[in-house]
């Protein structure tokens, strides 16, 4: 679900951003946003490409909430820390 657009600067060029409304999350049970360059959002929308390679500067974090709805802390819930020794 699409909400605004934001223009930013980065560099000699304007990005615009649009506001994506994630799914509800099955965690916690509420939804987030994600800002994503519209270009990608709309490469990844009308293509239906893989999304890793269609948001190629949107973090994994976001990526996957744009997916299943799952927020990071709430992914740590599930499935632990990456960073914790087995």
Known sequence: ??????PIQTGLSEVNLVTVTTPTCFVCG???TVD???SEYLLWTV???PIQECL???????REMLISGTHPSC???LYGDD????
């Not at 679900?1 to 934001?6: D, K, R, T």
């Open 83 to 86: 960073n914790e020794s087995d």
């Open 56 to 62: 190629t500067s949107v973090s994994v974090d976001d």
């Open 47 to 49: 293509t239906h490409g």
């Open 75 to 77: 992914w740590t819930l």
């Open 36 to 38: 994503v360059p519209e």
């Open 1 to 6: 679900m699409l909400i605004l657009n934001i």
């Open 30 to 32: 509420n939804n987030g």
